[in-house]
């Protein structure tokens, strides 16, 4: 079935360096890959997406890259800051809907 | 633009009374999703729904679980007979029609003692 695999599932940077983390996805159909901040105990807020006709995308400290051909993903973040500490979730998806197959989350935690 | 709301916040059942939970999507959003996250690990989708219609409910168990969006009113996510391995966040999101992301709701954080 359709799977997303993330990693790491724990990410420990110190403030101002840069945090990367990876997501490969199994079914080729998926098109649109977005990706969530979720803070402890509240709702996953999108930070960022891409679609499939697109290679990288920027905005501010946050990027998000895709090779289609490897089907893999990735979210970097610049300059962190403690307040990016945070589980960060991937997802793909396919088609005109937004059924999300997400990965299992990456715990960032930014040390001042 | 309220954004989508769900409620309850907090959910308590005992072993084997029902809960039910209410999502209304952002204004203009005519499709809703749910998903449910238990502690410590991702979102796992259980069903897509339009008005009055389930698109896709390839997420939810097969017994128990039920879900609908009428024609007027929230979507409901029902659960019946719930057990303590129901215990979860679950989160709404909706979208519109077009290529928009999804917006999910604050979550409904059920607990079954």
């Known amino acids: 079935g359709e799977n997303v695999e993330q990693h790491p599932s724990t990410l420990s940077v110190q403030e101002g360096d840069s945090a990367v983390i990876k997501c490969t996805y199994s079914d080729s159909a998926s098109n649109y890959f977005p990706w969530y901040k979720q803070e402890l105990g509240k709702r996953p807020q999108l930070i960022i997406d891409?679609?499939?006709?697109?290679g990288e995308k920027k905005d501010q400290r946050i990027a998000v890259t895709l090779n289609k051909t490897a089907k893999h993903f990735s979210l970097h973040i610049t300059e962190t800051q403690p307040e990016d500490s945070a589980v960060y979730f991937c997802?793909?998806?396919?088609?005109?809907?937004?059924?999300?197959?997400f990965g299992t989350g990456t715990r960032l935690k930014v040390l001042a | 633009n309220a954004g989508v709301m769900q409620n309850p916040r907090h959910l308590v059942r005992r072993r084997g009374q029902e809960a039910r939970l209410r999502c209304s999507p952002m204004k203009g959003h005519s499709h809703v999703y749910w998903y449910r996250q238990l502690p410590e690990e991702g979102l796992k989708f259980m069903v897509y729904?339009?008005?009055?219609?389930?698109?896709?409910e390839s997420g939810m168990p097969k017994e128990r679980f039920s879900a609908e969006f009428p024609k007027e009113g929230p979507s409901i996510l029902r659960i019946q007979q719930v057990v303590r391995g129901d215990s979860a966040a679950y989160f709404c999101a909706s979208s519109g029609t077009g290529p928009e992301e999804a917006f999910f709701g604050q979550g409904t954080r059920l607990t079954v003692v």
């Open positions: 891409i679609r499939s006709n697109v």
């Open positions: 997802a793909a998806s396919k088609g005109g809907t937004y059924k999300y197959i």
């Open positions: 729904l339009q008005k009055e219609n389930i698109i896709d």
